[in-house]
C-alpha cells in the first residue's frame, strides 16, 4: 500500500481497495454509503459495497465517453435520491476516467454537494483523472465544457483493477505516464526506460502509479485552480487536442498525445531548447510504450486552426508547452505559425536523421 497525502485528502494506491475504502468510512463516521459503478467494473464496485456494510447499495451506469452527458448526470442525480441519498451519505464512484468526472461531478451538485470517494479503476484515472478536483461532462459544443473543481474525500488507485482493463485503454494511460516522466525527468524518467522493454504485466504498477500520479498531485498542489504552473501538465496536448478535434475525435486522446510529445519535443529542438540526445529518448520511450508518432492528419490549416492560430494569438504566434530538458518544461513558449507548420510537416513522416536537423 503507497499513500500520498499532498493535496489534503488521502490517495492510497494498492491491490484491492475495498477495505481502505471501508476503513476511511468508518474512521470519518460515515454511517450510510452509496456506490455507484461504471457498469463495466461492477464486480469491484460490489467488493466495495459489501466492506462498506451489507447495506451498501450499488448503482451501476453503462458509461463510456459517449455516455458522459447531461442526460446521464440527471438519471444518476435522479437515482441517487431515489435510494435516499442524503447529506452525510458518502458518494463512492468506481470506475474509469468517465466515471470520476461524471459521478464526482454529481456528487458536487447533488443536494449542493455529499462527499465523495473517487475509487480509480482505469490507468487514466489513477495518473490523471482522479487527480486534481476537477470534475464535469461534455457538451455537443465540446468536452469537459460543464463541470465544477471539488475536491474528493479520497481517491483509492485499485491497482487489481488493472488486470481486466482492455490493452488499447493502458496506452491511452501510458501515453499520460510518459508525459509525467518527461516533466519530473530523473528516477522518474529512467524507471520508465528500465520497464518499457518489459510486458505490461510484468510491471510493479503501484509503484508505477505513485510515481506518476505523484508528479501531477505535486504540480496541482501548487495550482488548484489552473492559474499559472499547471499549465505545464499540457505537455503535448495542444498538438493532441488538435488532431483529436480535426479528426472528429476518431483518434484517441492518448494517442493524439502521444504524437504531441515528439511535436512538442520537436518544437523544442527547433527553437534551441532540447538536446537531440533527450529527443531521442522520448522517441525510444513512444515506441517501446507502442504509442504512435506519425500525424495521423495531414491538413496543417486546420490543424493550425484547430489550436487556435486563427484567433487566439495576434501575431500569428501560438503558445506551447515544450521540454527544457527531461524535467525541466516551459509553458506559455511562443512560437510562429511558420514553425509549427515545419513540425507538423516533420510528424508525417517516421522519425529519421531528418528529425534533428
Ligand atoms: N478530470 C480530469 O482532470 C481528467 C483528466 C484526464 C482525463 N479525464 C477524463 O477521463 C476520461 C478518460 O478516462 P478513461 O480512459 O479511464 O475512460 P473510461 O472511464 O471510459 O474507461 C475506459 C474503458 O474502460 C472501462 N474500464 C474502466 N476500468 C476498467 C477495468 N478495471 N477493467 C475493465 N474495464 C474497465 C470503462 O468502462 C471504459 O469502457 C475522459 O472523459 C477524460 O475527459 C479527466
Ligand atoms: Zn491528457
Known amino acids: 500500500m503507497t499513500q500520498l497525502d499532498q493535496l489534503g485528502y488521502p490517495i492510497v494506491i494498492d491491490d484491492g481497495v475495498a477495505a481502505h475504502v471501508a476503513a476511511f468510512a468508518e474512521r470519518r463516521g460515515y454511517r450510510t454509503a452509496i456506490v455507484l459503478a461504471d457498469a463495466n467494473v461492477a464486480l469491484r464496485?460490489?467488493?466495495?459495497?459489501?466492506?462498506?456494510?451489507?447495506?451498501?447499495?450499488?448503482?451501476?451506469?453503462?458509461?463510456?465517453?459517449?455516455?458522459k452527458t447531461l442526460r446521464t448526470l440527471e438519471r444518476v442525480l435522479e437515482a441517487l435520491a431515489a435510494a435516499g441519498a442524503e447529506r452525510r451519505t458518502l458518494i463512492v464512484g468506481v470506475g474509469g476516467g468517465v466515471a470520476g468526472d461524471l459521478f464526482g461531478f454529481a456528487a458536487a451538485t447533488y443536494m449542493r454537494g455529499v462527499p465523495f470517494v473517487n475509487v480509480a479503476t482505469s490507468l487514466v484515472a489513477m495518473v490523471d483523472a482522479a487527480i486534481g478536483g476537477k470534475t464535469g461532462v461534455d457538451l455537443r459544443a465540446g468536452k469537459n465544457l460543464a463541470g465544477v473543481f471539488r475536491d474528493p474525500a479520497a481517491v483509492f488507485c485499485d491497482i487489481g483493477a488493472l488486470a481486466t482493463l482492455p490493452e488499447r485503454h493502458m496506452r491511452e494511460g501510458l501515453a499520460e505516464v510518459l508525459k509525467h516522466a518527461i516533466i519530473e525527468g530523473?528516477?522518474?524518467?529512467?524507471?520508465?526506460e528500465t520497464l518499457a522493454p518489459h510486458a505490461l504485466t510484468k510491471w510493479p504498477w503501484e509503484t508505477v502509479v505513485a510515481q506518476s500520479l505523484g508528479v501531477k498531485a505535486a504540480i496541482v498542489s501548487e495550482d488548484r485552480l489552473e492559474a499559472g504552473v499547471r499549465e505545464a501538465l499540457n505537455l503535448g496536448h495542444t498538438f493532441g487536442h488538435a488532431y483529436e478535434v480535426v479528426s472528429a475525435y476518431r483518434i484517441s486522446h492518448g494517442n493524439a498525445v502521444a504524437v504531441g510529445l515528439r511535436a512538442a519535443g520537436?518544437?523544442?529542438?527547433?527553437?534551441?531548447?532540447?538536446?537531440?540526445?533527450e529527443h531521442l529518448r522520448v522517441l525510444s520511450l513512444l515506441a517501446l510504450l507502442r504509442l504512435p508518432m506519425i500525424g495521423p492528419v495531414d491538413d496543417a490549416t486546420a490543424l493550425l486552426a484547430a489550436m487556435g492560430a486563427d484567433k487566439k494569438t495576434r501575431d500569428g504566434k501560438l503558445r506551447f508547452v515544450v521540454p527544457r530538458a527531461l524535467g525541466d518544461v516551459e509553458f506559455g513558449v511562443t512560437v510562429p505559425a511558420r514553425t509549427v507548420r515545419a513540425v507538423l510537416g516533420r510528424l508525417r513522416e517516421a522519425p529519421g536523421v531528418a528529425e534533428f536537423r
Open 45 to 67: 464496485a460490489k467488493r466495495v459495497a459489501r466492506a462498506l456494510g451489507a447495506k451498501t447499495q450499488v448503482l451501476e451506469f453503462a458509461l463510456g465517453e459517449r455516455r
Open 186 to 192: 530523473d528516477e522518474v524518467f529512467d524507471s520508465l
Open 266 to 277: 520537436l518544437l523544442a529542438l527547433r527553437t534551441g531548447r532540447f538536446s537531440a540526445t
